[in-house]
């Protein structure tokens, strides 16, 4: 069976999906990276190769995410995409005539802004975390409620208290308040979605033309919370794939499929048995110019196979 390999890289999580040419999910993975890029991907991989069906080979790779060029060279991607293309290009496939993309994740998000099939806008927020899925998951253990539990408990409320949520120092402050004058726990939680929620189409959708149908994407989007409160928000439907949270890695698979459809060559990916390898990242700065870039390698059993951070092609591999 021939198949098509994804993978996503990202700040909190890296997802591994592998898909047939028909575009169907044959296994999907979410993992937490915890700050060992380099050790998830290999041990996203062993796992992907245990899970997969025999006689299944990988046609195409794809990478994307923060850390595509490091995947992608450790895995030797066929494509390396960034996220805005990978998570239009997913969304399009479930839903082609999709007008609005909204995914958060671990500790960024964005909007997508599709007509006609093709990116017409997008912006993303990197700098603040607030409404990101680390500042939900660290609220959730303060208050010790298993995150997964975190939107169920707030679709029971009919009351929510508004919270401050511009900021994450200041929206916490404000839910230890509001507990402390004894509101409900549930009506804290729904007045967090809303917080959220209302943060989001203030920054990073302000200015964007939101049209249906809209696809919420991304680790968050398993919040039911959070997707009620976008519903109240915007007026309108929002839809919820089947795997939201692994959409940047099918967006890689997919963009995969199409690269090596149209060039007609062989992929160049490893195999599985890199898995094995040793891999070691390191760094230095460049004393060639005023501009002393930083610049980060990657060793593939002490053979560099990669470097980034230069303002010039001085330090590129050919």
Not at 55 to 81: E, F, P, Q
Not at 122 to 140: E, I, P, R
Not at 191 to 214: F, H, Q, S, T, W
Not at 311 to 317: H, Q
């Amino acid at each position: 069976m021939k198949a098509y390999l994804g993978i996503d890289v990202g700040s909190v999580s890296t997802n591994i999906v592998v898909q047939n040419e028909a575009g169907k999910i044959i296994t999907g993975l979410y993992l937490r990276t915890r700050g060992r890029p380099v050790e998830t991907i290999q041990a996203g991989l062993k796992e992907t190769a245990r899970l997969l069906p025999e006689n299944t080979t990988i046609c195409g790779c794809g990478t994307t995410g923060s850390g595509r060029y490091l995947a992608g060279v450790m895995v030797g991607a066929d494509v390396i995409k960034n996220e805005i293309t990978a998570h239009a290009v997913s969304a399009a496939h479930f839903v082609p005539e999709v007008q609005t993309v909204l995914e958060i994740g671990g500790q960024d998000s964005k909007i997508i802004i599709i007509r006609d099939g093709i990116v017409t806008d997008f912006a993303m927020n990197t700098v603040c975390a607030a409404g990101t899925g680390s500042f939900l998951d660290q609220q959730a253990s303060r208050l010790g409620i298993p995150i997964t539990d975190f939107g169920e408990l707030a679709l029971q409320s009919n009351n929510p208290v508004r919270i401050a949520g511009r900021c994450t120092v200041f929206a916490e402050s404000d839910m230890i308040h509001k507990q402390q004058m004894g509101h409900p726990l549930k009506d804290i939680i729904n007045g967090l979605c809303e917080a959220l929620v209302r943060n989001y189409l203030n920054n990073v959708g302000k200015g964007k033309d939101i049209l249906p149908p809209v696809m919420f994407q991304g680790g968050v989007a398993a919040n039911a919370g959070i997707r009620s409160a976008f519903q109240r928000a915007l007026d309108m439907e929002i839809l919820v794939p089947p795997h939201h949270d692994v959409m940047g890695a099918i967006g890689a698979a997919l963009l995969a499929r199409e690269e090596l459809g149209i060039s007609k060559r062989s992929t160049r990916f490893k195999g599985f048995a890199i898995t094995e390898l040793a891999y070691q990242t390191s760094s230095f700065e460049c004393d060639g110019c005023p501009n002393a870039c930083e610049i980060a390698e990657i060793y593939e059993e002490n053979r560099v196979i990669g470097r980034w951070g230069a303002r010039c092609p001085r330090w590129d591999i050919v």
